[in-house]
């Protein structure tokens, strides 16, 4: 395949994982409150968090769309894996977790794209 569609597939991969998940934080969704609850934060302040998670997903989405960037990418790759962590760590399961491994092995691959097209 053609490196530029390749890159083309991957870019549109993250941005839909990431416009997915950033419009469920947007309208805070409440499902996700003890993933954040987990790590000492209060309800409320949970709520409120994800709005800038829902903003800070919206800022991926657009830098994957307009330009990459890898360092954007590499932060995009360590919050899926870790959000996609919270399953198994909050009680849930393993295959949760191992299920949502392409929401942050696209961004990775990205990324990787990137660096090897600015070197």
Not at 37 to 53: C, E, K, N, R, Y
Not at 60 to 69: D, G, I, T, Y
Request: aromatic share 14%; hydrophobic share 55%.
């Amino acid at each position: 395949m053609e490196k530029r569609k390749l890159e083309w597939l991957l870019r549109l991969g993250v941005a839909g994982i990431f416009l997915g998940h950033g419009i469920f934080a947007l309208k805070q969704n409440l499902a996700w409150v003890p993933f954040l609850t987990f790590w000492g934060i209060p309800q409320d302040s949970a709520l409120h968090l994800m709005i800038v998670i829902g903003i800070l997903d919206m800022i991926v989405v657009l830098s994957a769309l307009f330009k990459p960037n890898k360092y954007i990418l590499y932060y995009a790759t360590i919050w899926a894996f870790l959000t996609a962590l919270m399953r198994p760590l909050t009680g849930g399961s393993i295959w949760a977790f191992v299920e949502r491994a392409g929401n942050w092995v696209v961004p990775l691959c990205l990324a990787l794209v990137i660096s090897r097209k600015e070197s």
